[in-house]
C-alpha cells in the first residue's frame, strides 16, 4: 500500500498521526494512504515558509517567472504520467484528466507575464517636486485549499499566481485525489522553486482549521462545496485575513424554440454527463422554452444519452466518463435520484442498474435523464454532482430566465439560441458569474477572470487572469518628494542641518 506524504522544505514528509485512504473509484479498492496533518505540522509548515519567504519576495519579478517558464515545460513533459495518476485516483478519462492538467497549465503560461502585471502606477509631478507611484507586494505567506474534482487545474490556479506574485504558498489539497498536487511540488523544486515557498499539506478539517487560525497566513483561496465555502469564508475573515471562496453551482442550459437542437443536444450531454457530471461548471438543469421544443429535446437527448458509454480509465478512447469519486457519491447520486421519482419527476433514462462487468465493485453510476422537474424539487435546489440531469419545462423565454436568477447558485449558465437579441439580453440580464452564449461550459481562459455570484462565490475577486494578481499581492502607495539637491551647487561649509 503507497504511503503518500507532506510535502515540506522540498522533499516528502511522512505524517505524523492520523491517515486516510485513498481509493481508486474504478475498482473501489484503496491504493494508498493519505497523512492527516495536525495543527502543530501545519504551524511548523508555515513557520518554515515564513522564514524562506522574504528572500523568494525580493527576488526580481523576471526570475520568479522563470521559474514559472520552466514549469511550464516539466509539466508538459510530463503531462502522460500526471493524467495517469489523476485518472487514477479521480476516476475521470485520460483525455479528461489532460484537459484538467491543461486548464491548469494555461494559467502557469499566463503567470510568466508576472513581471507586467505587478507594475505600479506612477504620477510624475503630482505636486510641486511630488511624485506618486505605487507597489504591488506580495502578502507573506498565503493558502489554498482545494477540492477533489480538478486536482491538478485548481492548485495550478492557486499555486501559480500566489507564487508568481512572491508570496509563500501553503496548499491543502483535497484528501481523496492528492498524488498529482505532490508531483506538482516536485516539479517546482525542479524547476527552481525554492525549498519552504511551496508546502503541501495533507489533510481534513483539522488541517483547514489550523491554516485558517494561523495568524501568519495572510490569505486563503478556497475551491469546494457552498457550506464549506460559507463556513471557511466566515471564520478567515472573522480571524482578520483575506479570503476568496468558491462554492457549487447548478448550471442551467436555456434551449430557445430556435436553437439548433442536435447541437444543444450534443452540449448538454457533453456538459451534463462528460466527467460524470461532478465538474463545478456542468449543465445539470436543461430549460427547453416551449412545449415542443422540450418535446423535440427529449427525443434528440435519450438516444445520445442510452449510447453512451461508461468505463474505467483504462478503458480505451471511446470511454465518455468514468466512476464518481467515492461510494458515498454514489449513494448520495441513488438518494437523490429516488427523491426526484418520488416528487413525480419523469425518469426518462434510467441509470439506476448500471452495473459494469469486472468492475462491479467500482464506483460507476449510469446516466439519468429526469424530465417535468419542477423548482419545488430536492433534485433541482441541490448540486447532485453526478451523471443526472433534470430538465425544467419553461413556458417563456421570461420564465427560463428567471429559474436561472432565483436559484441560489450563480456559476455558469448558457443559452442556445439563433436570436442574437435574446442572447444578448440573457448575457446583460442573468445573475450569474460566467455566461455562454451557444457554448454550454463558458469557463474563461487564463487571461480573463473566473468566478461565480450568489451562493457559488463568496468575496469580491475571481480566480486566475488579473483578478488573481490583485487577491495575492497588497498595495503600496508611496508619495515622495525631494529637497533640492546637489544639482543647486555643491555645499562646501561644514553646518548644522536645519
Ligand atoms: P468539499 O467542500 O467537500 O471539499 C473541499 C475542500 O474542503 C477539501 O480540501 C476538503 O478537505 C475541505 N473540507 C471538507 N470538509 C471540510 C470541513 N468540514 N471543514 C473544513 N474543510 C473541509 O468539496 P469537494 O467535494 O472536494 O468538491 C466538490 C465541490 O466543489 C462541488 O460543490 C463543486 O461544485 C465545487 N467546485 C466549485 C468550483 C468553483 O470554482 N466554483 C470549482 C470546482 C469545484
Redesign the pocket.
Known amino acids: 500500500m503507497e504511503q503518500l506524504s507532506h510535502w515540506i522544505d522540498g522533499k516528502h514528509v511522512k505524517g505524523s498521526g492520523r491517515s486516510a485512504d485513498v481509493y481508486n473509484p474504478a475498482t473501489g479498492e484503496v491504493q494508498a494512504q493519505v497523512p492527516l496533518a495536525t495543527k502543530s505540522e501545519l504551524d511548523a509548515a508555515v513557520a518554515s515558509a515564513e522564514k524562506a519567504q522574504p528572500a523568494w519576495g525580493a527576488t526580481n519579478p523576471q526570475r520568479r517567472a522563470r521559474v514559472m517558464m520552466e514549469f511550464v515545460r516539466l509539466i508538459n513533459r510530463d503531462m502522460e504520467k500526471l493524467a495517469e495518476a489523476l485518472s487514477r485516483e479521480h476516476g475521470k478519462t485520460i483525455p479528461d484528466a489532460k484537459g484538467d492538467v491543461q486548464r491548469g497549465l494555461e494559467v502557469i503560461e499566463f503567470c510568466i507575464g508576472a513581471p507586467h502585471l505587478l507594475k505600479g502606477e506612477f504620477t510624475d509631478s503630482a505636486g510641486p517636486g511630488i511624485d506618486m507611484y505605487s507597489m504591488k507586494q506580495p502578502l507573506g505567506v498565503v493558502a489554498g ?6 486536482p491538478a487545474m ?1 492548485p495550478l490556479w492557486k499555486m501559480g499566481p500566489a507564487l508568481s506574485c512572491g508570496n509563500a504558498f501553503i496548499l ?5 485525489d492528492p498524488s498529482v498536487p505532490l508531483m506538482l511540488a516536485e516539479l517546482l523544486k525542479e524547476a527552481g522553486l525554492p525549498d519552504g515557498i511551496l508546502q503541501v499539506v495533507n ?3 483539522e488541517v ?2 489550523a491554516i485558517l487560525d494561523n495568524e501568519t497566513v495572510q490569505a486563503v483561496g ?8 460559507a ?2 469564508y466566515e471564520r478567515g475573515c472573522a480571524n482578520g485575513k483575506r479570503v476568496q471562496c ?4 447548478k448550471n442551467h442550459m436555456i434551449i430557445m424554440p430556435d436553437a439548433d437542437m442536435d447541437k444543444a443536444a450534443d452540449a448538454l450531454v457533453g456538459a451534463g454527463y462528460g466527467a460524470a457530471g ?4 456542468a449543465v445539470s438543469v436543461a430549460v427547453p422554452v416551449g412545449e415542443e421544443t422540450a418535446d423535440r429535446l427529449i427525443e434528440k437527448l435519450v438516444p445520445r444519452i442510452e449510447k453512451l458509454k461508461v468505463g474505467p480509465y483504462t478503458g480505451g478512447d471511446d470511454v465518455d466518463y468514468g466512476p464518481v ?1 467515492t461510494a458515498a457519491a454514489k449513494e448520495n447520486i441513488a438518494r437523490l435520484v429516488q427523491s426526484g421519482i418520488d416528487a413525480g419527476a419523469e425518469l426518462v433514462v434510467d441509470g439506476r442498474d448500471f452495473s459494469l462487468q469486472g468492475y462491479e465493485d467500482g464506483f460507476f453510476v449510469g446516466p439519468h435523464l429526469f424530465d417535468r422537474v419542477t423548482p419545488d424539487m430536492d433534485i433541482y435546489r441541490k ?1 447532485i ?1 453526478g451523471p443526472v440531469l433534470s430538465t425544467v419545462r419553461a413556458g417563456s423565454y421570461e420564465e427560463a430566465l428567471g429559474l436561472a436568477m432565483d436559484h441560489e447558485y450563480g ?1 455558469g449558465t448558457a443559452i442556445f439560441t439563433r436570436d442574437g437579441d435574446a442572447a444578448r439580453d440573457f448575457a446583460n440580464r442573468v445573475n450569474v458569474g460566467m455566461v455562454g452564449i451557444n457554448v454550454p461550459i463558458p469557463v474563461p481562459l487564463a487571461y480573463h477572470t ?3 455570484w450568489k451562493k ?2 463568496f468575496g469580491d475577486l475571481n ?1 486566475h487572469g488579473t483578478d488573481a494578481f490583485k487577491f495575492y499581492t497588497r498595495t503600496k502607495t508611496v508619495t515622495s518628494r525631494w529637497p533640492s539637491g546637489i544639482k543647486d551647487g555643491g555645499e562646501f561649509n561644514f553646518k548644522a542641518m536645519d
Not at 145 to 150: A, G, K, L, R
Not at 172 to 176: C, D, G, N
Not at 278 to 281: A, I, K, L, Q, V
Open positions: 485549499i482545494t477540492p477533489f474534482n480538478f485548481i491543502k489539497p483535497s484528501e481523496r489533510g481534513d478539517k483547514v482549521d478556497f475551491v469546494g462545496s457552498t457550506p464549506i465555502a463556513y471557511i468558491f462554492g457549487g453551482a461532478e465538474r463545478c461548471m469519486v448540486e454532482f456559476n473566473f468566478g461565480g457559488s462565490g480566480q
